[in-house]
């Protein structure tokens, strides 16, 4: 049973986000492993942890350099070894689940793991386009997880409250807040992660393109009105803030 | 064509679904807009939808009775590639991101992903959407013959009734088997409006202080106002409320006409499920809090004392 967990990384969610002409610029801008996929990584070593028969945990990363550092985190918390297609061209989703299902047959995968949205693109949808083409089931936005032989039982979200389901491997699986509480890695265990395979792979023998053409990007900010009442009254400031709902915004009647 | 897929809960039609054609007229591209209703005994949604798409049709089987990704998925493409459809439209809905990347896949076809513009561009599509935790507007362009699309709830005006409903056809599906087996359901609605259909919503954070306290202050504030509830990612992942509720990166995205955040203190993974909002309210005892950043209109006070004088002053 082999486990391919997607990571990328991503500016921290406290970080400001600038535009350098027609898209964001992340020079100098605090880059993190994606906070959903990192629950990916330690969902893997769990499965393995709880006896599930998991020979081998690979972390993949598809994107620029950056993204070393979040392979070698994945390494030092506990994956066994690291792919990085390596590329500063941005492909969309879709396009990118070509990629990532090549790699998921070569590397005879049969769980894949990645976060349910991406910080940066927002997107939702690598696990299932890889899924599709994988011909594989999906179960998306999973908050519980547990692996017997190669029967997937769990918990996750759907549009109104929750599911729990049942699956046979293959199969692929996104994650979220609430699944785990992912560890830190150790100092001897990020010293181990040196030494272990970082497997560089060149973009264009996956034959991928974007089919998306990212025309522009700006930062548009809402001019928020900032009328703050002091609550030392409460009655009062309520008051106010009724009237103003009513009658400036009349948002309310 | 332009293919759009239904969404109904409750034996009702989703506003979103007439975003959706707002969204298909939008593009000014040729042939009828088209809505595909998939489920088990929806004559009632079908014929809403026709009052106002071009025509519908309406697969009603027992194979179709619960939402499933692949099976839906399968659907969709089946009837895109049959109606030769050169738009697909989906709702930016959790089920609809889950499985408009499938039918993308399926026909070969660019995704335009949680759109909340559209318009047509020469053979193609140009869309608006939002990236970086909706801090990020961005613009995409797809060229193809077919182009399937998902749109973001809430970004598209509803689609008024025509003056004369579309026609309504039956359509036959080879569906495949579902390989999800669901063994537990706990479908959390919330008693009140929909959040994606509330002209106001009032969120409690975890300022609110314990499930109790959404009785006594959050609910009836929003009863007064004829509000929905939300809530942070806490308040549910501390079982005060449910998932149903949540507002932020992994719950809703909602943009009311007012959004009233009661104890909530602004994390950006919130701020990107209600940011767009247009008058946001808070109060919070912190000044600091980063919600006055984007607040409209706020009370630096306790929600223990603040919102019992609003609840008040708020009766008619």
């Known amino acids: ?253 | 064509m332009i293919l759009i897929v239904a969404e109904y809960s409750g034996g009702k039609l989703a506003k979103s679904t007439l975003e959706m054609v707002t969204a298909a007229r939008q593009t000014g591209r040729e042939g009828p807009v088209t809505v595909l209703v998939l489920g088990q005994n929806v004559a009632g949604v079908a014929t809403e939808a026709a009052a106002v798409a071009d025509q519908v049709l309406v697969a009603d089987s027992a194979a179709l009775s619960t939402y499933n990704a692949e099976t839906w998925a399968a659907a969709a493409a089946q009837i895109a590639q049959e109606g030769e459809a050169h738009t697909v439209i989906v709702g930016g809905s959790r089920s609809g991101r889950e499985y408009a990347p499938r039918v993308a896949v399926k026909l070969d076809a660019p995704y335009l992903e949680d759109v909340i513009s559209l318009s047509g561009s020469g053979e193609g599509l140009q869309a608006q959407r939002y990236t970086y935790l909706a801090r990020v507007t961005e613009t995409v362009e797809a060229q193809g013959p077919v182009i399937v699309v998902s749109a973001k709830p809430g970004s598209f005006a509803a689609a008024a009734p025509a003056a004369q409903p579309g026609e309504q056809y039956d359509v036959d599906l080879e569906l495949p088997e579902s390989r999800v087996s669901v063994t537990g359901r706990n479908v959390e609605k919330s008693s009140r409006v929909a959040l994606a259909e509330a002209d106001i919503i009032v969120t409690g954070g975890r300022g609110v202080g314990n499930a109790e306290n959404f009785g006594k202050y959050v609910e009836p504030l929003a009863d007064n106002l004829g509000a929905g509830v939300g809530a942070t990612r806490a308040v549910v992942d501390a079982g005060w409320r449910p998932y149903a509720e949540q507002v932020g990166q992994t719950g809703k995205t909602v943009q009311p006409g007012a959004y009233i955040a009661l104890g909530v203190s602004g994390a950006v993974q919130h701020l990107s499920g209600m940011g767009k909002s247009k008058y946001i309210v808070a109060i919070n005892k912190d000044a600091e809090a980063p919600i006055f950043k984007v607040a409209d209109y706020g009370i630096v006070g306790d929600v223990n004392e603040i919102v019992p004088a609003l609840i008040e002053a708020s009766k008619r």
């Open chain 1, 1 to 253: 049973m082999k486990i391919l967990t997607l990571i990328r990384q991503v500016p921290d969610a406290e970080a400001r986000v600038r535009l350098s002409g027609n898209a964001v610029d992340l020079d100098g801008t605090t880059v993190v492993m994606d906070g959903m996929d990192e629950y990916g990584v330690e969902e893997a070593l769990r499965l393995r942890e709880s006896g599930a028969g998991v020979e081998e945990i690979v972390a993949l990363a598809i994107g620029p350099k950056r993204n070393e550092d979040a392979l070698r985190t994945a390494l030092a918390m506990g994956a066994d070894r690291a792919v990085h297609v390596e590329t500063d061209e941005r492909l969309d989703a879709v396009s990118l689940s070509q990629v990532v299902a090549q790699l998921a047959q070569t590397e005879q995968t049969d769980l894949i793991l990645v976060g349910g949205q991406e910080a940066d693109w927002d997107s939702q949808a690598l696990g299932a386009a890889t899924a599709e083409r994988l011909g594989w089931p999906q179960l998306t936005w999973t908050n519980e997880l547990k692996l017997d032989g190669d029967k997937l039982t769990g918990r996750h979200d759907v549009d109104e409250g929750n599911e729990s389901f049942e699956a046979s491997l293959p199969a692929v699986v996104t994650t979220q807040q609430g699944l785990n509480e992912p560890r830190y890695p150790t100092l001897p265990n990020i010293m181990k992660a040196k030494k272990k395979e970082l497997r560089k792979d060149d973009l264009a023998t996956y034959g991928a393109q974007s089919r998306v053409k990212f025309v522009g990007a700006e930062i548009q900010t809402r001019a928020r009105l900032n009328k703050i009442i002091d609550g030392k009254d409460p009655q009062a400031a309520a008051a106010q803030l009724i009237d103003l709902l009513r009658n400036e915004a009349k948002v309310i009647k």
